[in-house]
């Protein structure tokens, strides 16, 4: 059986500094739980960057090297850097970090969905910045446009001819792995390719059981079996989507980015503790977490040596 990835995605565009005092969002704080994550088991580090005065999402790549070379320097971890950005951005704009840092993997988002988190918004009567509750609000009329042209454009700019990275391919319903058996006819990725199923957002599939098995059948008559899966339960749903992924032969995915809790009602005070949380539960269960080394074999990584930054 093979050896099981911890991904864990840092802070992400999702939450706002409201939400939880535990979200890094300066870089010394991303640097901090990045680094005790990786300490705690996580595999992959998945990487967005926020504006250090505002906690805003950011694709500006200083506020990603104000991070990067410390976690470099202190983790053996994989980075992979998100293309997704925030939903407001565009693909240019979200390219950019990727494309000037060269990371081993980044996010690739394989279709367009509704990704809204306005329901979020009447929790709050006050908000830490000004941004924040237009921001929640304004995701009722927003769409996270990735179209075939956009996929594609990823594809080109940091694949193979340029940059190398593998992409963590983040499906979001059953169509996008559609999406993705298209352009693997037009030889757009190369295999093994990694599948991450993203459930219970608002907008994409729901987290549940059968929907896990659906999506993973899905993948099978799709992929054949030459590739690697995992999941991400968005919300509550992180830990009990995460030991099913497992208990089937995926990965999983865990953070702040996707769940700011520890468990129902209680807020998690880091990203380490939900990786604390994650790797004694898979324990328990007869899974190994595999190491950084272990994962770059298992993926087909073009190492470490050949990153900027
Ligand atoms: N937060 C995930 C649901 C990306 O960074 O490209 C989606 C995500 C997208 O991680
Ligand atoms: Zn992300």
Redesign the pocket.
């Given at each position: 059986m093979n050896k099981t990835i911890i991904s864990c995605?840092i802070t992400?565009?999702?939450h706002t500094p409201t939400m939880s005092d535990a979200l890094p969002v300066h870089p010394e704080q991303i640097a901090e739980q990045a680094i005790d994550a990786a300490r705690a088991g996580a595999t992959i580090l998945?990487l967005?960057a926020r504006h250090p005065d505002t906690g805003a999402p950011s694709v500006d790549p200083e506020h990603f090297m104000a991070f990067l070379p410390r976690i470099k320097a202190e983790t053996d971890a994989i980075i992979n850097i998100?293309?997704?950005?925030s939903i407001m951005m565009s693909i240019d704009e979200r390219l950019a970090p990727a494309d000037t840092m060269s990371p081993e993997m980044c996010?690739?988002?394989m279709g367009s969905l509704n990704f809204s988190i306005h329901p979020l918004a009447d929790r709050y009567d006050t908000y830490k910045f000004d941004w924040e509750e237009k921001y929640i609000r304004s995701t009722e009329a927003s769409i996270f446009r990735n179209t075939f042209a956009d996929i594609k454009l990823v594809a080109k700019t940091m694949g193979a001819e340029k940059h190398g990275v593998k992409f963590e391919h983040?499906c979001?319903d059953v169509g996008h792995l559609y999406n993705l058996a298209h352009c693997m006819k037009q030889r757009m990725f190369e295999q093994p390719i990694f599948l991450q199923f993203?459930m219970g957002?608002l907008g994409g599939i729901s987290a549940d059981i059968d929907n896990l098995e659906f999506m993973k059948k899905t993948a099978d008559k799709l992929f054949g079996d030459n590739y690697q899966w995992s999941v991400?339960g968005?919300g509550g749903a992180q830990m009990k989507m995460a030991t099913a992924a497992a208990a089937m032969g995926g990965h999983v995915r865990v953070g702040l980015?996707?769940s700011l809790f520890i468990e129902r009602g209680q807020l998690a005070t880091s990203n380490a503790q939900q990786v604390i949380k994650i790797k004694g539960l898979l324990e328990a269960q007869g899974n190994t977490v595999a190491s950084p080394d272990e994962a770059r074999a298992m993926l087909g990584l073009k190492g470490i040596d050949k990153v900027n930054y």
């Open positions: 995605a992400g565009a999702i998945h967005h998100s293309t997704g950005g996010s690739m988002n983040e979001y993203v957002i991400i968005a980015e996707d």
